[in-house]
């Protein structure tokens, strides 16, 4: 049995879209009429591209609450006894959104069919990434899925908390931003070539800020779209260059070297790797493997290279403490507490207060910088604004010394 997207139209007349199980397309439109819908449209779930009647099911895209709520009910609903394919259907009969029931009748219509539940997922990998679709195979392998599934959904809900206080404490300096930048740029577009008209007359020379206020100004006039369309071209240009590895490689290097960016993110990496190592070795899944799967969280190219050099050494009997302590680019506080846990045996322990010391650090850091942030937004732009009044103010307060 498969997942069907349709779209039909209702005794009223009315258009309404949705999905269906069936053994067949031809058995998905009879149930639609015994629905009393009349179908216009019928497409396997497993398309993932757009169609012509606008439906994709592999499309579908999931919030993180959306996302670590569906786990987490999996993981209940498997972990109470209920088989796989019974679970995915109710968690599809109960949802609150299209995106979800898509998803889970599509992952279960692959379940009938034979596969497992991490080849199901990779069906939505806009949803799933690699590393957490290698998680999830891991916990089938290990027999452990329930709890597996349950630490995911702690994983995702601790990084969701995260980014949204990162995006709530970035409100107000985005904005301040935003209307700095719109201020300058209706100032020196408008507002002053209107003012400088009034100087044309003066046969004195105009003070330095007056002539280069008025230069600037008719710069942004003359060529202001043409900056703008430059700049969304650059943004795409570099985005396009950055897919490939080498030039991905050595901006990810320049990043992870500047001052306090760098910091961050090694921190940030860092307890990406040790979160998810830690969800690895608590399900029984053996270390390599673990190591494997954990280094696929790593966003950036130098530090999935040392993990892989980290593998290899743990292959070849090497402590993993030692292994992973010799890049300058993993912080000091991980590989010692993993050298605590090998030696005391509670690895995953270490592991887990690894993960929450680097979230800790991210996040007071990031409080730190945005505090002071928003002080020196409203200097910048004071002093900018300040500079092209004293700019106009000039010449008139010469003009009533003439007078």
Request: net charge positive; proline share 4%.
């Amino acid at each position: 049995m498969a997942a069907y997207e349709y779209t039909a139209l209702s005794a009223d007349g009315d258009t309404c879209r949705g999905l269906i199980e069936a053994d067949s397309e031809r058995q998905a439109r009879k149930l639609l009429r015994d629905q009393r819908l009349t179908p216009l449209a019928v497409a396997a779930g497993r398309q993932k591209s757009s169609n012509k009647t606008g439906l994709s099911l592999g499309l579908a895209r999931l919030s993180s609450d959306e996302l670590a709520l569906f786990i987490r009910l999996l993981g209940t609903l498997l972990g109470s006894g209920l088989p796989l394919d019974d679970a995915l259907s109710a968690l599809g009969r109960q949802a609150d959104t299209r995106a979800v029931k898509r998803i889970a009748l599509g992952i279960r219509a692959r379940i009938l069919e034979g596969q497992s539940l991490a080849n199901g997922m990779a069906e939505f990998p806009q949803v799933f990434s690699t590393a957490f679709q290698a998680t999830v195979g891991a916990g089938e392998r290990t027999r452990h899925l329930p709890l597996v599934l349950k630490r995911l959904a702690d994983y995702v809900e601790n990084r969701d908390r995260m980014q949204k206080r990162l995006q709530l404490a970035m409100v107000y300096p985005g904005v301040l931003t935003a209307t700095a930048i719109l201020v300058v740029a209706g100032l020196l577009t408008y507002v002053v070539p209107e003012v400088v008209k009034v100087f044309d007359n003066m046969d004195r020379q105009l003070p330095l800020l007056t002539r280069a206020l008025i230069a600037g100004s008719g710069f942004a006039h003359r060529y202001g779209l043409y900056i703008a369309a430059a700049t969304i071209i650059g943004v795409i240009g570099l985005r396009l260059f950055l897919r490939r590895p080498a030039p991905r490689h050595a901006f990810h290097s320049l990043l992870l070297k500047l001052p306090i960016v760098g910091r961050l993110i090694v921190a940030s990496e860092a307890s990406r790797f040790a979160r998810m190592l830690a969800i690895m070795l608590g399900s029984s899944v053996d270390m390599l493997d673990a190591l494997a799967i954990a280094s696929k969280a790593a966003v950036f190219l130098p530090l999935q290279r040392h993990y892989t050099k980290v593998i290899e050494e743990v292959r070849e009997g090497g402590a993993l403490s030692t292994a992973i302590g010799r890049s300058p680019l993993i912080p000091a506080l991980l590989p010692h507490l993993i050298a605590n846990g090998e030696s005391s045996g509670n690895l995953i322990e270490m592991l887990d207060t690894a993960a929450e010391s680097f979230e800790f650090k991210v996040q007071s850091t990031l409080t730190l910088l945005l505090s002071l942030l928003e002080p020196l937004l409203i200097l910048v732009m004071g002093s900018i604004v300040l500079a092209i009044v004293i700019a106009i103010l000039l010449p008139i307060f010469e003009m009533n010394q003439l007078v």
